[in-house]
């Protein structure tokens, strides 16, 4: 219930960095500026590019990108769900879907306009390829594009390269 209370204030009422540093430049791109000479930027551009097509749609708003961030999250807990599952089997999943919840800080930055939901999104999209049944070179290339984008998302993420080593250590191991 304490969730529910603390997303809901945090969704609606609390406009922090998000309106100033993150709304502002996708409404740019939205309306097709570009992102490296029309402001200034300290992030990549793949987060402007994937959220300014909901505000080119539905028209710019902060809301509108906390709802895209919203749809973000809750792909990050069926993710995190059957992840989970395949990895521990039983109730696996439900436990780490609900240590993703109780977590307030995560979720606060989630349901927020920030780079956090579509950055997680793409790290465990990587984690969930990685374990599929698709074949090696495909699934390798698929997963390399996914690390280039989450790097194109946010460039301190290129710790995610480290991700990639270990699973394929994994994958050797097995």
Known sequence: MSLVIITTIQFFLIVLKDSRIFS?????????FNPFYDFFSHHNPIYYYIYSIPQYLFGPSL??????????TICLGILTFLIAHRLGKGYSGLFAVALLVSNHFATGYYNMMTYHPLESLLILLFFFVMMSKIKDILKYAICTTL??????VRYPIDISLVYLVFFLIYVFIK
Do not use: A, E, K, Y
């Not at 502002?24 to 097709?32: E, L, N, R």
């Open 24 to 32: 502002v430049p996708t409404v740019f791109v939205s309306q097709v």
């Open 63 to 72: 809301l509108i990108g906390r709802l895209t961030s919203f749809i973000f």
């Open 147 to 152: 690390l280039v984008l989450t790097i194109g």
